[in-house]
């Protein structure tokens, strides 16, 4: 069975930086693209990056683009999302998200498993 399990996420300054992680378990992490997600209060859940699995590619939200960046360490299993200069706009709830394809998708209908989220809030 496939977890997944963020961490890092807390009360940043906007400008400052937050590093998430996400910690995975129950099958080949290696052989399959991560993603994470975001939801905001009162909105639906975004994409917010996704990278393939071998790191190579990577593909980012245009509200992130340049700010944001999403790498993985398949020894450890984890992918992380850096997060620089966040703004308050960035604030919600902070998802990663794995399916059955190696390749980078942007659609959450093509993410089957789903970590239980970590919060992010950005003060101004």
């Known amino acids: 069975q496939v977890q997944l399990v963020e961490s890092g996420g807390g009360l940043v300054q906007a400008g400052g930086s937050l590093r998430l992680s996400c910690a995975a378990s129950?099958?080949?992490?290696?052989?399959?693209?991560m993603g994470w997600f975001r939801q905001a209060p009162g909105k639906e859940r975004e994409f917010v990056a996704a990278?393939?699995?071998?790191?190579?590619?990577?593909y980012y939200a245009d509200s992130v683009k340049g700010r944001f960046t999403i790498s993985r360490d398949n020894a450890k299993n984890t992918v992380y999302l850096q997060m620089n200069s966040p703004k308050p706009e960035d604030t919600a709830v902070y998802y990663c998200?794995?399916?059955?394809?190696?390749?980078?998708?942007?659609?959450?209908?093509?993410?089957?498993?789903w970590g239980q989220g970590t919060q992010v809030t950005v003060s101004s």
């Open positions: 998200a794995t399916g059955h394809t190696a390749v980078v998708r942007i659609s959450a209908d093509e993410y089957v498993y």
């Open positions: 129950g099958r080949t992490f290696s052989n399959y693209a």
């Open positions: 990278i393939s699995w071998s790191g190579r590619s990577a």
